[in-house]
């Protein structure tokens, strides 16, 4: 298979592509540009693979680096400081093998997921119709009733919770290795062959993919992955990365679907801020959410809904406002957080953006004519501990 590659965040030039190689619709941000009979390709906000027309794959690689790439991922997609002896050997062997991010994640599926089989897949409780001789669970007396008078052999019927293998999260990863099997190499696909064999005999699929996302998503916020199965934490957190990547997710479908792997750096950028932050402020009493406590309009009739991308209470009171921006701030990210602020009631806010050229957190403070204060903190995203230092401090920093 041909292997083309790009970069993020600049223009690559494709030599011996042409644009009918590339699908009809491309997500926002990805963009061909000409130049006399020379194609390139100008990709801001996504990493990983794009399966072409003509059989080849165009990489798009992070422009922080593969490492500080996964290590973004862990942390927004799961609880790094939990995760950290694994992405340790997550990371050195992305960049051992030199293998490509939709690879590397696809890679790392498969071991977790055999892992869940050789350690016991988890199970729940479902209610069954049971018929016997004898009462069993909860009775059903009118159908008994009915069985009864019809001479039916064994005519108690009785509901029964009984165990079963069929639940999201055995469902997710079924999906999600399946979709990770694309992307191994031919003697990774022999080697995991009866890993995929295993979970399409064992699991079913899902009639509502967002619905069992969504209850994963929450049974994640509550902790409820640790313990004695807590080998299954890393594989669903490794599942939400292949089929958010996939166009599955508990929001609704993307765009992008099929074998290509793009990553929305944007959306795990944002996540990587709050997670770092949820992290740090835990257990100093603060929450921080996504939006606010409760829901908040820009005018009274409740139209256009105002959520801030990290929104910290202490006490049910504000006490710092963010939005996330992988990007250089424009005038619109400007007055955007001018309404938050307004509409918020608070006297400063932050837009934290990332510094691509630097190891160190550089600011840009503005004042309004009414004293609210907006700082541009931009963080180096090519030292993610500097990074997280930065955004621990935050409250003590700019707190109200």
Same mark, same amino acid.
């Given at each position: 298979?041909?292997?083309?590659?790009?970069?993020?965040?600049?223009?690559?030039?494709?030599?011996?592509?042409?644009?009918?190689?590339?699908?009809?619709?491309?997500?926002?941000?990805?963009?061909?540009?000409?130049?006399?009979?020379?194609?390139?390709?100008?990709?801001?906000?996504?990493?990983?693979?794009?399966?072409?027309?003509?059989?080849?794959?165009?990489?798009?690689?992070?422009?922080?680096?593969?490492?500080?790439?996964?290590?973004?991922?862990?942390?927004?997609?799961?609880?790094?400081?939990?995760?950290?002896?694994?992405?340790?050997?997550?990371?050195?062997?992305?960049?051992?093998?030199?293998?490509?991010?939709?690879?590397?994640?696809?890679?790392?599926?498969?071991?977790?997921?055999?892992?869940?089989?050789?350690?016991?897949?988890?199970?729940?409780?479902?209610?069954?119709?049971?018929?016997?001789?004898?009462?069993?669970?909860?009775?059903?007396?009118?159908?008994?009733?009915?069985?009864?008078?019809? @001479?039916? %052999?064994?005519?108690?019927?009785? +509901?029964?919770?009984?165990? $079963? !293998?069929?639940?999201?999260?055995?469902?997710? #990863?079924?999906?999600?290795?399946?979709?990770?099997?694309?992307?191994?190499?031919?003697?990774?696909?022999?080697?995991?062959?009866?890993?995929?064999?295993?979970?399409?005999?064992?699991?079913?699929?899902?009639?509502?993919?967002?619905?069992?996302?969504?209850?994963?998503?929450?049974?994640?916020?509550?902790?409820?992955? @640790?313990? %004695?199965?807590?080998?299954?934490? +890393?594989?669903?957190?490794? $599942? !939400?990365?292949?089929?958010?990547?996939?166009? #599955?997710?508990?929001?609704?479908?993307?765009?992008?679907?099929?074998?290509?792997?793009?990553?929305?750096?944007?959306?795990?950028?944002?996540?990587?801020?709050?997670?770092?932050?949820?992290?740090?402020?835990?257990?100093?009493?603060?929450?921080?959410?996504?939006?606010?406590?409760?829901?908040?309009?820009?005018?009274?009739?409740?139209?256009?809904?105002?959520?801030?991308?990290?929104?910290?209470?202490?006490?049910?009171?504000?006490?710092?406002?963010?939005?996330?921006?992988?990007?250089?701030?424009?005038?619109s990210d400007h007055y955007q957080m001018h309404a938050y602020m307004r509409r918020f009631g608070v006297a400063s806010g932050i837009l934290l953006c990332p510094n691509f050229h630097e190891d160190s957190v550089t600011e840009r403070v503005f004042?309004?004519?009414?004293?609210?204060?907006?700082?541009?903190?931009?963080?180096?995203?090519?030292?993610?501990?500097?990074?997280?230092?930065?955004?621990?401090?935050?409250?003590?920093?700019?707190?109200?």
């Amino acid at each position: 298979m041909t292997i083309h590659y790009a970069n993020e965040g600049s223009l690559t030039w494709l030599d011996g592509l042409a644009p009918s190689s590339f699908p009809p619709k491309l997500p926002s941000g990805v963009q061909l540009v000409f130049s006399g009979d020379r194609l390139g390709l100008r990709c801001d906000g996504f990493v990983g693979a794009l399966a072409l027309s003509d059989g080849s794959t165009l990489r798009i690689k992070p422009k922080i680096g593969e490492v500080n790439f996964f290590r973004l991922l862990f942390k927004a997609e799961g609880q790094l400081s939990e995760l950290r002896r694994e992405f340790e050997g997550f990371a050195s062997y992305a960049v051992s093998e030199t293998r490509s991010i939709d690879e590397v994640v696809a890679v790392s599926l498969m071991h977790s997921a055999s892992e869940v089989l050789r350690r016991g897949a988890m199970f729940g409780r479902s209610a069954q119709r049971v018929r016997s001789s004898v009462a069993m669970g909860h009775l059903l007396p009118v159908d008994t009733i009915a069985n009864i008078k019809a @001479g039916k %052999a064994d005519p108690v019927v009785s +509901k029964v919770r009984q165990r $079963t !293998f069929d639940i999201p999260e055995n469902r997710l #990863i079924c999906k999600a290795v399946n979709i990770a099997h694309k992307y191994l190499t031919s003697d990774e696909k022999v080697q995991f062959s009866g890993v995929v064999n295993s979970y399409n005999r064992r699991f079913s699929g899902s009639k509502d993919w967002h619905a069992d996302l969504q209850l994963v998503e929450e049974n994640f916020s509550k902790g409820r992955y @640790g313990g %004695a199965r807590g080998y299954y934490q +890393k594989t669903l957190m490794l $599942t !939400f990365i292949v089929l958010g990547a996939s166009g #599955i997710n508990s929001f609704g479908s993307d765009d992008v679907l099929g074998k290509s792997l793009l990553i929305n750096t944007a959306d795990v950028y944002e996540k990587y801020l709050r997670n770092v932050m949820r992290e740090a402020y835990a257990r100093k009493g603060y929450l921080v959410t996504k939006g606010g406590i409760s829901d908040v309009s820009l005018y009274t009739s409740g139209s256009y809904s105002l959520e801030p991308d990290i929104t910290v209470y202490k006490d049910e009171q504000i006490v710092l406002l963010c939005d996330a921006k992988y990007k250089e701030p424009t005038s619109s990210d400007h007055y955007q957080m001018h309404a938050y602020m307004r509409r918020f009631g608070v006297a400063s806010g932050i837009l934290l953006c990332p510094n691509f050229h630097e190891d160190s957190v550089t600011e840009r403070v503005f004042v309004t004519p009414e004293k609210q204060v907006l700082r541009e903190i931009h963080l180096p995203l090519t030292n993610l501990r500097v990074t997280e230092a930065a955004l621990a401090s935050l409250v003590h920093d700019y707190g109200c």
